[in-house]
């Protein structure tokens, strides 16, 4: 069994929000945004868990295509080839209306000064937004 996950030619990845299975999909390599920095995945690579942040998840199909998915935060677990990620939330880049992100941004950014213990959901709505704008831009490349 240990022999298979090393030989292996792809990945089986698994993206679940608690509402719902975004992604179910073969793929060549995964990178993900981790806490920290971005975590890469290919065929073979050892059992592990680790925290997600919020970012651009990227997925190289068995075709050549990449799709770009933003995912906000979670955990990522990889075990003999098949990699999942559990997030709270998470949209592909098909999904996004970037005329909703710019209205979204605007409404966000016309709030009245905050109070310090108001910047950090402050900071995390931004961060979601933005990646969103980023996933939705990097598709149409």
């Known amino acids: 069994m240990a022999t298979e996950a090393a030989t292996a030619k792809h990945l089986h990845l698994t993206v679940i929000t608690p509402a719902r299975a ?4 073969d ?5 993900a945004p981790a806490f920290d920095g971005e975590i890469g995945v290919l065929p073979g690579h050892a059992a592990m868990l ?3 942040g919020t970012g651009e998840l990227r997925v190289n199909g068995l075709d050549g295509k990449v799709r770009h998915l933003a995912i906000r935060g979670g955990f990522l677990q990889v075990n003999q080839n098949k990699v999942t990620v559990l997030t709270p939330e998470s949209v592909s880049a098909e999904e996004i209306k970037p005329d909703e992100l710019n209205a979204e941004l605007q409404k ?6 905050l109070k310090a213990d108001e910047m950090a959901a402050f900071e995390t709505q931004q961060a979601w937004i933005k990646v969103r704008q980023k996933v ?5 490349k």
């Open 50 to 52: 680790s925290l997600l």
């Open 22 to 25: 975004v992604l179910t999909a």
């Open 136 to 140: 939705a831009l990097a598709s149409q």
């Open 108 to 113: 966000l950014s016309s709030q009245p000064h």
């Open 27 to 31: 793929a060549q390599g995964v990178i």
